[in-house]
């Protein structure tokens, strides 16, 4: 398998319009070199005056990632709870009771999945810089799918952000995890995700009267 | 000219390489169409629950235009004035030079970009939900990468926020501007950004203790 060459012909436009989430992945290993070449991909995301703020850290380890899931899923269930009782309602949207159901498999599923990919970034005047990782964050999810790589964007961690910090030898006062992204080899299919259409979201000059909801 | 199929041949990682932000604008126009296709590209971005907190707002008209940039021109001149001092240091690092040398000239010239986009998103709890916007920034940064249209991210205009968010017909406190992304054809061309290395911020399992900062 020859890293340099994997993922290189998709075209980008193509592969924004299908990167959906990938919550189901199989347990086989990914070359930690795969890994590297998507973060790198992160690295060319812009950053206010160029201060590039992140930190990847994969964690492949087996043990690692069953401590990692344990506080994960352990945050997920009381966070999902409410909209778990929600999702039980005959009215309730389909699309959004795939994706629950995806969620709900990804953290039952978390230790499985082979890499736990963290992006982590400075912070300033005490705050962490969340918004200057997101567009890099964003290039790590379109490599993963340039790459044939299942992803997800999943924030939930922070709940015991202090303690998973530490674990990966991070200061949580200057380097904060931000964000963990599940990666592994698709069980399904990359696709266009639901989405209202950019006419309801797109305007010239002037937001009408009408749209401000 | 055909929108449809404009931009869709150039593959994704190598767009992601070589999207630097591009400060220098032609005046010239540039049809809506491909401005709503780019918009359309960041709506596939993530974000928490699907909730697609995103307005896109293309400011085109040449009276508002001048406007906007005399109050982008009024906070860069004095968010930026000490940074000009440091740079006439003679060690000061060339490509740090080159940045704020086509910082300066966009500040100078935004009247001339054609297109002033705005991204805007509603907040939740009181707090806008910027890094809900920013993957959607990045994807809008990169289809416009794939289509040939310069771009970057400012968000300098948010110190006049209130005043803009009204003038563009949002409500400063339920949906504000997060990003001004003047886009125009581009003056110079795409290239690789200057970045360091990925091997000093990507570690497997956990950060050796000599690179946490």
Known sequence: MNIELIGEEIPLLEGIRTARAIRRLKPDPVPIALIRKVCEAGTFAPSGGNRQPWQFIAVTDRERRAYI?????ETFTQYIQPAIEAAKAPDYPEAKRRNMKAAIYLAEHLHEAPVHLFVAGWTRRGAPQSQ??????????????????????????????????????????????IALIPI?????????PTRRSIDTCFFENVVPAQSKD
């Open 69 to 73: 899931a344990s506080l994960y899923r």
């Open 132 to 177: 200057a990782l997101f567009p890099a964050i964003q290039n790590v999810l379109l490599a993963c799918r340039a790459v044939g790589l299942g992803a997800s964007l999943t924030t939930a961690h922070r709940a015991h952000g202090e303690a998973i910090d530490r674990y990966l030898g991070l200061d949580p006062e200057k380097t904060p995890s």
């Open 184 to 192: 592994g080899w698709p069980k399904g299919r990359f696709g266009r």
